[in-house]
């Protein structure tokens, strides 16, 4: 099996474009929408992942589901759901309902309104677009890189000096197992399996690279440079439909998403540091600088370090909020004093982390427990406060 003579072989065609007939993603796609919409789906309370028990029912409804043998299967267990998973985050329809018990995995109703009304090569080429470009598999499924289509096109041009075994033992590092299930289900390659031979592997033995890729790949990505510039700075949504609409006419629409409308009201806030709670209301129009000296007063800490909020927005991309006197990560990092609750994008039953003292690293947990937009208030109300803090500086009396 050689990649880049498979791949360096291939005519790119001068005729029209067709989407293989074996492209199985959009199918894949509704199948999981349906199963989430007419199953109780589970999340893990860690990163909100499916569950163990969900992982192998979902597998089993997928076409051409993966022969794995696990006992308790997580998510990266089966590439194809990891993949999958990656997806539906990125396009931001998956919404969690929390719990004390459970996590509860749903599907934004109206944004799978507006899905439904893409055809299906719109809704292919969406769904290429979010893989490729829009993704970050490091912050949505802990992937050890962030750059699907540099990792694809490192993968389809591999060296011609690496055996065929040498080739699958890399499959794990390049393109890395959830983006060959991807690869497969977009029509890309034709994957060959034998039954697996231990525990929590998927046993290839065969990659056959399809044209389909070299005819996608060559109208969009030209050089190196070229992309980078897609990786580093990702175009707004809709990229994809001006590169490819010239060949694919049906592609005329994009995925369209509800307006965001700014939060007014009260947010009521379960603050928890280990057993210890607060819990308090507080008003939208306030920042995060506000919120954060607001947690450090009823734990009874000086404001005396930085700090920042943590937390993964319904695109599955994680975010900071941080304080003034830290450098901004990207263009996903805000400042605390520029960055309100009213414009906050997570919802009811939905937390984020508070993060203070990056010496002692003391971590909170904030779970929204409720925002009403018909109230305001002009100072915080503590509804209800549940154990004695923790010392800030326990050891500050010692002596050395």
Known sequence: MYIQTQYDKIKIGKAKIVLDDNVTIVENIDRVIDYIQEHKVLATKARQYFAIKEIQNLNNILLNPLDIISARPAQKTYPNINGIYLLLRTMGILRFDVSKKEIVIEIDDELLRNWKTLNKTEQYFMLLEFWLIQSYP????????????????EFFRVENGLSKNKIIEYLSYIPQYYNLALCEMFGFVDIETEKPIKKNSWNIVEITVKPLVKNIFSLFVLDRETRMMLVLNPPKLGYFQKIFHPHFKEFENILEYPKEVATQGVYRLKISLGKVYRTIDIDSSNDF?????????????DCDHLYQFIFFDNFGRKSNIQHYHIELEDENSFYVNEYYLNNFPLKENESFKFIFDFG?????????EKIDEDREIDKVIVVKSQGKAPEQYPDYDEEW
């Open 138 to 153: 490091k912050d949505t499924i802990e992937a050890s890189v962030n750059q699907p289509l540099m990792t694809l096109n």
């Open 289 to 301: 600088e506000f919120l954060a000296t607001t947690i450090l007063e009823q734990f009874d800490f």
């Open 360 to 368: 002692n690293l003391w971590e909170f947990n904030i779970l929204i």
